[in-house]
């Protein structure tokens, strides 16, 4: 007769998972906090390497214009370099300052290296301009050496070591 058919037989659910991904290695040139607002003395560090660059923009005006008056055949070598220095600490300055934000650990030892070197142009453009009585150059350099300490100091500052040092990122 009739042939019982039962319900058909729902297949069993399971619940499919896809594999753990595995964790990017970090290398040292990638951000170590992604999606992290850093903190304050980070943000404001990174702000401090913005306005360092135009003050090294002036100081390498100041040696320009040194140069463009007339400078004593010996000095002008020493000009020269205190103009192009100058510039790329300015550069070194600005171009890092975003690398230090994202937590990029090489580019934030680079970072500080720079601002180490900048405070010398500015130490050496002091120099300068006490051999040639230059104003200018006087106090563009003290401006620069001025923010170059600045920027130092908050480079070296504890929130800004553990926000960007390789061994507490983990």
């Known amino acids: 007769m009739y042939e019982t058919v039962s319900s058909p ?9 896809a594999p ?3 964790r990017p290695r970090a290398g040292l040139l990638s951000g170590r906090r992604p999606g992290e607002r850093p903190p304050s003395d980070v943000r404001q560090t990174c702000a401090l390497m913005f ?11 100041a040696a320009w214009d040194r140069l463009d008056a007339g400078a004593p055949g010996q000095a002008v070598t020493d000009l020269w370099t205190l103009l192009v220095l100058s510039v790329l600490a300015g550069a070194v300055a ?21 601002a180490l070197a900048g405070m010398g142009v500015a130490l050496s453009g002091l120099h300068r301009a006490a051999q040639l009585s230059s104003t200018l150059v006087m106090v ?3 401006l620069a050496a001025l923010l170059a300490i600045v920027v130092n100091i908050a480079l070296w500052t504890t929130a800004v070591r553990r926000w960007c040092d390789v061994r507490r990122a983990a």
């Open 9 to 17: 037989s729902v297949p069993e659910r399971r619940s499919v998972t």
């Open 20 to 22: 753990p991904t595995p």
């Open 51 to 61: 306005v360092a660059g135009p003050f090294f923009g002036f100081l390498a005006y």
């Open 94 to 114: 600005v171009g890092l300052a975003v690398p230090v934000l994202r937590a990029v650990p090489l580019l934030w030892r680079a970072a500080q290296f720079g």
């Open 140 to 142: 563009a350099a003290a």
